[in-house]
């Protein structure tokens, strides 16, 4: 989600960063394959489970950014997490950190499905690059942000975001998936205010379908539920808005929606377009190589096979 949760992936100089190829030793002494930071949220909750700072959120919370990872800081500068803004969600919204530490107590658990998902990325995409993850509390938005340095998720943020997946440890790691999808992806390094419906949807699409390939399921998976018998309508109409503005339309970064349309719709339209070619395609290494490294939305929707309402 480049808009709504990942925001901008800047830089697409990551294959050279050593910061993007950083490891980390395992508890075996193997090398993992990136480097997943969760050292903030544990000195969060220990500040949090002080008696004395809970009851005044502004010392808490400056104290908790004063000694932040370097991950952390990186974070703080681009969504402009301060303390003053960290203590204002803890007053306001005090459940989000008193539920985010059932998805704290999934962190291990997480790290390693990750790690799984990455080396299973490495496998059907040898030019995949791997930025460093930080997992943080912040102030409650946005779920998640990247730059060169790496990929960044509010710990509190996306545990609270049940609607994309009821379940805490599948949610983190399909989602987080999906942003490992974005940094691989040449269009998601170049985002603009006019990008059409069909150029969103097919790059959000295609994280998607490569999350599915690496962690087993897509990030949205509320929206396959939603879709089920629909198919041939929406994507008809999708067909008919696909040269609109993606920013300011029904089908992408629109929050949750409704019942009746729910939000990021083309983020389904354009999974089933990246699937419909996958599946046309014998060579699947060469599929999925497509599929990430998609350069022209219009002419990969026209040779992918995908016919509206189609059976995938």
């Not at 294959?15 to 997943?36: F, L, M």
């Not at 975001?161 to 998936?177: C, G, S, W």
Request: charged share 25%; aromatic share 8%; glycine share 8%.
């Amino acid at each position: 989600m480049r808009y709504t949760i990942a925001g901008a992936l800047l830089a697409a100089t990551l294959a050279a960063s050593a910061v993007g190829q950083a490891v980390e030793r395992t508890s075996a002494g193997a090398k993992a394959r990136v480097d997943i930071a969760t050292l903030d949220v544990d000195r969060f909750y220990a500040l949090y489970d002080d008696p004395a700072l809970f009851a005044q959120p502004d010392m808490l919370a400056a104290r908790y950014l004063a000694d932040a990872s370097p991950g952390l800081r990186e974070y703080m500068a681009m969504r402009r997490i301060t303390p003053e803004r960290v203590a204002k969600a803890l007053r306001e919204k005090p459940e989000l950190y008193r539920d985010a530490r059932g998805c704290a107590q999934h962190l291990g658990a997480i790290r390693t499905r990750l790690g799984t998902a990455t080396d299973r990325l490495a496998a059907l995409y040898p030019a995949a690059i791997f930025p460093p993850i930080t997992i943080a509390v912040s102030r409650g938005a946005p779920v998640a942000a990247a730059n060169g340095k790496g990929l960044y998720v509010s710990l509190e943020a996306l545990c609270a975001a049940k609607f994309l997946e009821t379940d805490d440890e599948d949610r983190f790691v399909h989602v987080i998936a999906h942003e490992y999808a974005h940094a691989q992806q040449p269009l998601a390094q170049m985002e603009s205010s006019d990008e059409t419906v069909l150029h969103a949807a097919l790059v959000e699409g295609a994280a998607e379908f490569v999350a599915e390939q690496i962690s087993g399921s897509v990030g949205y998976t509320h929206l396959h539920r939603w879709t089920r018998g629909r198919e041939a309508a929406i994507e008809e109409a999708f067909l008919a808005e696909k040269d609109g503005k993606a920013i300011g339309s029904r089908w992408l970064y629109n929050q949750r929606g409704s019942e009746d349309w729910p939000g990021d719709l083309g983020y389904w339209v354009g999974y089933r377009v990246a699937k419909a070619h996958y599946n046309g395609e014998a060579n699947k290494t060469k599929a999925i190589r497509e599929i990430i490294e998609m350069r022209d939305p219009a002419e990969f929707l026209a040779r992918s096979g995908w016919t509206p309402g189609m059976k995938l």
